[in-house]
């Protein structure tokens, strides 16, 4: 009864527009899909997404070869597999496509059949999803990171940060947690409109106002922060993503103004922004491959989270590197950086034996799939980053969250921030 009889895939479109990959896995009994998302400021070491370059149909966007070898090759190869063994059904399409960043079958198309094939099984064993993960069996909520105002590579307007955040941390219960982003939210935006700025927002939801300093974004979340009532760095913690990958050139960074500056300069303005602003996370604040930067800036924080995305692409092997050079104390979770749900659980399961901070991540153009949500719960993450309280795809996982946090009901607890 578990074993799959068919794989089948369709393109769907993210919440960019873009075309997307959605796969739908069958057994006799019963079926299930799941759609593939996209990141815009990704890394380079990230397993590849195939597009169909050439296609000037769809502009070069379409994933309609990713979507054929799903119904041809992938269907192929699964037929007769249980859906239960997802390391051995992640392993088959591992091997079948044969290469180190997945450039023959794509991670999008991988990743779709291997997110549908977890909840089929979830689904045949009735188990909730976040159930089926055995990572965490006393089942905690994460913190959300909730991004509330966009820059970088997300929006047009000219902030060089590309996510600037709230984490509630003196929240006691997830919907306690989503009120209180609720309320700063609706601060922010108000003192946007005050000021006369636009308050449309960005691809992750977040407001995009045409300001162009960092310290601008701040003093404006700090402010709506005391507005709704909340101590900064107390009830609630600015967290940030640089993206530095994206303001890096020559070894120098232009992250905290248009001129680029070297690494020292770089970290004197980090510590800065941290004091004054009483940051406590901050993501890929520096490139990919500037091991020492990172090292750097580790030695000179004590309490501040750093969080490897660009850095890590969700791989064993770099996530292993970053632990032995020092590197950060916590690790951004993508899927599609990877391309299996076995291989993102391995890195998971190593990043926490080690002691680091497992963050589940959303990427920029996402859909109405929850996966990570659950996923979240699941792995003991204690923290989830996936948007803002706008546009539904983001919505989307925070409200399957409550609906997890009421069915535990009295066993409900938040994870540890701390
Ligand atoms: C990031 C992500 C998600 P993207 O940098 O952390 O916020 O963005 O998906 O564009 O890589
Ligand atoms: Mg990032």
């Known amino acids: 009864m578990s074993k799959i009889i068919q794989v089948k895939a369709r393109q769907v479109y993210d919440s960019r527009g873009n075309p997307t990959v959605e796969a739908e896995v069958y057994t006799t ?90 909840k089929l099984s979830a689904k045949l064993k ?50 306690e947690a989503m009120r209180i982003c609720f309320l700063v939210i609706k601060n922010l935006s108000k003192l946007i409109k005050d000021r006369g700025l636009s308050t449309s927002v960005g691809d992750e939801g977040g407001f995009a106002p045409m300001i162009s300093s960092n310290e601008q974004a701040l003093d404006l979340i700090v402010l709506a922060i005391k507005k709704s009532g909340f101590v900064n760095g107390k009830d609630v913690s600015i967290c940030l993503d640089v993206a530095a990958n994206e303001l890096f050139k020559k070894n120098k960074y232009s992250i905290h103004s248009k ?34 930067a990172w090292n750097k800036l580790m030695k000179l924080t004590k309490n501040t989270q750093i969080v490897g995305d660009d850095l890590y692409v969700t791989n064993l092997e770099r996530l292993k590197k970053g632990f032995l050079n020092i590197s950060s104390n916590a690790i951004l979770i993508k899927l599609n950086q990877i391309g299996t749900v076995s291989e993102t659980i391995d890195v998971i399961k190593f990043a926490q034996a080690v002691g680091f901070k497992t963050i589940i991540s959303h990427r920029s153009g996402d859909s109405e799939d929850t996966f990570i949500a659950d996923m979240a719960v699941g792995t003991n993450s204690n923290q989830i980053k996936t948007g803002s309280l706008a546009r539904s795809e983001r919505v989307a996982k925070y409200n399957q969250l409550i609906r997890i946090e009421e069915e535990l009901g009295k066993k409900a607890r938040m994870n540890k921030i701390y």
């Open 259 to 292: 001129n680029y500056i070297s690494v020292e300069q770089s970290i004197s303005g980090f510590l800065r922004i941290i004091k004054k602003y009483k940051i406590k996370s901050i993501e890929d604040p520096f490139a990919e491959n500037d091991w020492q």
């Open 29 to 118: 009994k019963s079926s299930a899909t799941a759609i593939c998302p996209s990141g815009a400021s990704t890394g380079t070491f990230e397993a590849y997404e195939k597009r169909d370059k050439k296609n000037k149909r769809y502009l070069g966007k379409s994933v309609l070869s990713a979507v054929n070898l799903i119904n041809t090759k992938i269907s192929k190869k699964l037929k007769g597999h249980s859906v239960h063994n997802q390391e051995r059904i992640d392993t088959l399409m591992i091997n079948l496509d044969g290469t180190k960043q997945k450039i023959n079958l794509g991670a999008n198309a991988i990743l779709a059949v291997s997110m549908a094939v977890k």
């Open 126 to 175: 009735n188990k909730p999803l976040y159930k089926s993960f055995l990572i965490n069996k006393n089942f905690q909520l994460p913190y959300p990171l909730m991004n509330i105002i966009n820059g970088g590579a997300h929006a047009d307007n000219g902030l060089r940060i590309q996510e600037f955040m709230i984490r509630p941390d003196k929240a006691k219960s997830f919907s």
